[in-house]
């Protein structure tokens, strides 16, 4: 089951998974479940157009769907809200997730790579970044 991450499920789910965009701008966690376990949840921001961020999935529940799950929720959720395509921004060096969006017919927005150096402030501290990243685009 996946569902939008409730405010007293916060604490259940940052013990095992990041939750690093918690209350920081206009968005919501959509987190898959299975029972009382959260499996892995996706940040999709209300921007214009919208932005799928922040993807994790926990260790035990990899390369089992839940990645592609969590994405087309956050795409229904993105469609029922009237966007007519959505965007995730990925590392050049992350095949894996460039790899997992391509599947999920995801490709190249035209916007340049954008390189990103120095210190990000998150809800779960300070990360350092030295990261080129490019920006994918679906139409829904």
């Given amino acids: 089951m996946i569902r939008t991450l ?15 965009r ?7 966690y959509l987190v898959a ?25 926990r260790e035990g529940y990899r390369r089992r769907g839940v990645a592609s799950s969590l994405i ?3 795409e229904s959720d993105c469609a029922g809200r009237g966007a007519t395509c959505v965007r995730v921004t ?3 060096d992350n095949d894996v997730a460039r790899a997992l969006y391509d599947a999920l017919g995801y490709a190249d927005s035209g916007l ?3 390189r990103v150096v120095g210190t990000i402030q998150v ?3 300070p990360i350092e970044v030295d990261d080129t990243l490019l920006t994918l685009e679906k139409p829904l």
Avoid: F, I, K
Wanted: net charge negative.
């Fill in 112 to 114: 340049p790579a954008r």
């Fill in 22 to 28: 918690l209350h920081q701008g206009d968005g919501a």
């Fill in 72 to 74: 087309a929720a956050a």
């Fill in 33 to 57: 479940w299975d029972g009382q376990e959260p499996m892995g949840h996706v940040h999709v921001a209300r921007s214009e157009p919208p932005e799928l961020q922040d993807l994790e999935v």
């Fill in 123 to 125: 809800r779960t501290g």
């Fill in 6 to 20: 409730a405010d007293d499920e916060v604490d259940a789910v940052g013990r095992v998974l990041g939750l690093a």
């Fill in 90 to 92: 990925v590392s050049v």
